[in-house]
């Protein structure tokens, strides 16, 4: 090989690596834009403030569980998009989206981290089985839920599954929105027993 053909080779390697160093990232949220939080059943939105809660934190299978966006493709299985990346670990973008949900829904308040003085308060915990996502088709959220009163003369606690899927555009911001409206509507799902056990009433779980 001639100088001047190592030269040319190296020269286009350099201008590939250029080329993938400059290529653009794109970061996504699951916190709604406020007021874009997505719809909630009337019955979540209504009554009486319900008891503080607080918000475990979530758990997200492995598969998912990357910086970048996963998802499905018919033809290649499952896609690690480098160039679409959450902007904080998925697990605490799930966590604080449904916080942010659960807070607008209840009429409360997030009281995680903030001492009880053993007052009335509801614990919250999502194991989240399924986070899928094909874009141009659907975003799915699954996963099994806990509320429990604490602090109260009437302990109770229910355990949960929901499964929400969304119909969704073509792009991957569709994708993403598609996400935050299924945990708007886990939310209300939650909200549903969470306002039983604050009223001190029987709850059940709700069908999905």
Known sequence: MSRVTALFIAGLGALALSACAS????????????????????????GAPALPFELLPVSVPAQVDQPQLVVRDGAQGMLLLNGERWIAPLADELRSALAADLVRVLHSRDATGLPANDQPRLRIQLDVRSFDSQPGSYALLAGTWNVRMLNSPRPAAITCTSSVRETVGPGYAA??????????????????????????????????
């Open 23 to 46: 290529a653009p990232l794109h970061y996504y949220t699951l916190l709604a834009p406020a007021g874009e939080a997505g719809t909630a059943s009337s019955a979540a939105l209504s």
């Open 175 to 208: 994708l993403v929105q598609g996400h935050q409206q299924a945990i708007a509507a886990l939310a209300a799902h939650i909200a549903v027993v969470a306002r039983a056990l604050s009223a001190g009433q029987s709850a059940v779980c709700p069908a999905t």
